[in-house]
């Protein structure tokens, strides 16, 4: 029994080995097909990782499957954003296509090509208009207004205002202004700091007086905010907020936005919010003009804003304008007469901190210009109460091209967008847009855009145009592009100005900024004003650096101290 017992144990340990060995085998065999899979999987991602660097070459960027660019976008956004494009466009010769995502509208053309600006702007103006993606990111904020609208809404607007802005009453009011801010407010505010001895966000301090300027051209009110003690105007800080939410539009997916809007969650609800105050504030300023425009007494006065103007005038079919019209008008006006000066004044100051050449150059100017009145036997006012006149600031020629220069590479607007509208050539061969459908049937065919650079554009396509990029381009500016050189724009020690498309901080073509020469002399007085009576210096360690936004804020304002000139001496 013993030995067959043996035998018995010995049998069943061998077949419960080969039952093993037969479950192990089988178990290997199941494993295979997942080890497969894996490693294909790997194989294919190190493939498309690999197509979609390669293609950085070719494209300017990788692109990936389903997100396009997406990936190095958000990457540009952490860090400076205007920078990253600038490298891109570099690396590209001056234009490249962003492919974003699949099913969003994040496609566009960026280009930083001055032959490109002169086509889209001037050559092919009515091919390239603002556009519906445009449009409809800002109509919350700017309505029908100047700066979204295209076609015959902008021209009818645009010709009032050309007419206002070059009228003798218009001018005078800007100028007057212009001199009761500075010498009642500006000066005590810095004088206040001064004596204090304490640093003032001069970028703050430049976007209340600005607010204030426009607002008396716009609406003809004075909201205040350049007052003592720089209180808190809920117009300006609803104006401010709504700028920022719209902002925010541009980056994010139609649908997405819509869709928070509809919930009023995230920067929709700050917006609406927003909105709400930029509302109340416009139309009850509108409605108690109406009110005095309805006194003949009143009527009888000169008022110049341009609320009053339009408020007087009457549409194509001879009814006055409505009140969400009237708002539109002001508010787009706003917009930009609020930023772009005390903007460019910031960046030009934070310059002049690094170029004390510069600065020391522009108080030459100013100087002489001072001696030329006691040198016409006139009586010179105290430091304090002296005011520049216009045609003295007409002839600071050096200061002109300091600020020019600060705009080249600060441009208050650093991009802007255009959008491409279908073209049609006839059998004869001539072209013309076709905002409707085109009426001449069979004889015109539709085609697409070609840049003067050979970038082919199809209808309905978004075209970003870099200013900031542009004034960073050795083969635009030189390789000293990056240099604060005022004397790039002097000849024989007077101001020789560049090409729009070249230079575009106040656009080019049918939409150059009517208000130009009004940025310029207030920017020359408020900077003339101020640096013959403080030197300027920044904070230490204070970072500066650009906000993505509709214009060039500094992300962290601009803390200086001021220090009185004889004092400084």
Known sequence: ???????????????????????????????????????????????????????????????????????SLLLGLRSDMYEWITGVLKARGGTFTFRGPWLTNLHCVVTADPRNLEHLL???????????????????????????????????????????????????????????LVHRRLLPV????????????????????????????????????????????????????????????????????????????????????SLAGVDEFAYDVIRRRKEELADAAAAAGRRSDLLTVFTRMRDEDGRPYTDKFLRDICVNFILAGRDTSSVALAWFFWLLGKNPGVEAKILEEVEGIVAARKGAGEVVEEEEELVFRPEEVKRMEYLHAALSEALRLYPSVPVDHKEVRDACTTRKGARHPTPKPCMSGPKCVVEDEVFPDGTVLKKGTKVIYAMYSMGRMESIWGDDCREYKPERWLRDGRF??????????????????????????????????????????????????????????????????????????
């Open 1 to 71: 029994m013993s030995a067959m017992d043996t035998a018995v144990s010995q049998n069943a340990t061998v077949a419960a080995a080969a039952t093993a060995a037969g479950v192990g085998s089988a178990g290997l065999a199941g494993l295979l097909p997942e080890v497969q899979t894996v490693e294909l999987l790997v194989a294919v991602s190190i493939f498309v990782a690999i197509h979609s660097l390669r293609q950085r070459r070719t494209q300017g960027l990788p692109t990936w499957p389903l997100v396009g660019m997406l990936p």
């Open 122 to 180: 001037k050559t092919r103006f009515g091919s390239f208009p603002k556009g519906p993606y445009f449009r409809e990111n800002m109509r919350d904020l700017l309505g029908d207004g100047i700066f979204g609208a295209d076609d015959e809404v902008w021209r009818r607007q645009r010709k009032a205002a050309s007419l206002e802005f070059h009228s003798a009453e218009f001018r005078a009011l800007t100028a007057s202004s212009l001199v009761e």
């Open 190 to 273: 810095l004088a206040g700091a001064e004596a204090a001895a304490g640093a003032v966000d001069l970028q703050d301090v430049l976007l209340r007086l600005t607010f204030d300027n426009v607002c008396m051209i716009a609406f003809g009110v004075d909201p205040g905010c350049l007052r003592p003690g720089l209180p808190e105007i809920p117009f300006a800080r609803a104006f401010e907020d709504a700028t920022e939410a719209t902002t925010v539009r541009f980056v994010t997916p139609t649908a997405l936005w819509r869709a928070m809007r509809a919930l009023g969650v995230g920067h929709e609800r700050v917006l609406r919010r």
């Open 496 to 569: 020789v100005g560049e090409s729009a498309y070249k230079f575009t901080a106040f656009n080019g073509g049918p939409r150059l900024c009517l208000g130009k020469d009004f940025a310029y002399y207030q920017m020359k007085f408020t900077a003339a004003s101020i640096l013959r009576r403080y030197r300027v210096r920044v904070v230490e360690g204070h970072p500066v650096a650009p906000k993505m936004a509709l214009t060039m804020y500094m992300k962290h304002g601009l803390k200086v101290t001021l220090t009185k000139r004889g004092k400084a001496n």
